[in-house]
């Protein structure tokens, strides 16, 4: 079945600094779907890809899709502490007609400031 | 997310005791998810709903079961049949075409 590997598992990040986590799925994706998840909450949406190459920004966070539709990445800049979290993938396949997601394991993101 | 409401927050089961997670959502969704979360791990799909009197089982569906009487209800019940129940679960629901919108989750403990 469809698996969707996210690396890294864990962040350390300086405030201020960069960093990237990346998304690979087994299988063709329809779709992927960026989620936060704050420590204590639940999974909030951040965004959708579905275009081939496509790129998104949100103020500091940039998102981008694969061009085999494959894979994604997110790359943060300028780390703050509101950035606190772990961020998940989630890959919806190309014949999947329920709207299922396959969630990465994530990226749990620390802040030092 | 405001729409989707999940109780308990806090749920303790007893040894061989089952026991029914309430998921309620007034956004007219259709679909609607239960995953588990274990500590430091990702989602995972237990059962799913896209239309009311019918379900499918995800990806780890033992030891659960559900119902789909109502568009805006998906309750979840941990069977005793679940040797590890201890996890946090999350509902979701989606509109056509729309990602997933998260309940608050209900963290379940063994006695």
């Known amino acids: 079945g469809q698996q969707v590997m996210q690396i890294p598992q864990y962040q350390h990040v300086q405030e201020g600094e960069d960093f990237t986590t990346y998304c690979n799925s087994s299988?063709?994706?329809?779709?992927i779907q960026w989620y936060k998840q704050r420590p204590g909450g639940h999974p909030v949406f951040l965004i959708q890809?579905?275009?081939?190459?496509e790129v998104k920004k949100q103020k500091r966070l940039t998102f981008q899709f694969g061009e085999a539709k494959k894979n994604s990445s997110l790359h943060i800049t300028a780390t703050q502490t509101t950035d606190v979290g772990t961020y998940f993938c989630?890959?919806?396949?190309?014949?999947?007609?329920?709207?299922?997601?396959?969630f990465g394991a994530g990226t749990q993101v620390v802040v030092t400031p | 997310d405001g729409g989707i409401t999940q109780s308990p927050k806090y749920l303790f089961r007893k040894e061989g005791q089952n026991v029914t997670l309430s998921c309620e959502q007034n956004l007219n969704h259709d679909a609607m998810y239960w995953y588990r979360q274990d500590p430091g791990q990702g989602l995972r799909l237990i059962y799913y709903s896209q239309i009311v009197n019918d379900f499918q089982k995800g990806d780890i569906a033992e030891g659960y079961s559900v119902s789909r009487e109502k568009k805006e209800s998906f309750p979840l019940t941990v069977t005793s049949a679940q040797k590890n129940p201890t996890a946090f679960y999350l509902c979701?629901?989606?509109?056509?075409?729309?990602?997933?919108?998260f309940g608050d989750g209900t963290r379940l403990s063994i006695l």
């Open positions: 299988t063709t994706l329809s779709n």
């Open positions: 979701a629901s989606r509109g056509v075409n729309q990602p997933q919108h």
């Open positions: 890809l579905v275009k081939s190459g």
């Open positions: 989630a890959g919806q396949e190309t014949t999947d007609s329920w709207g299922k997601l396959q």
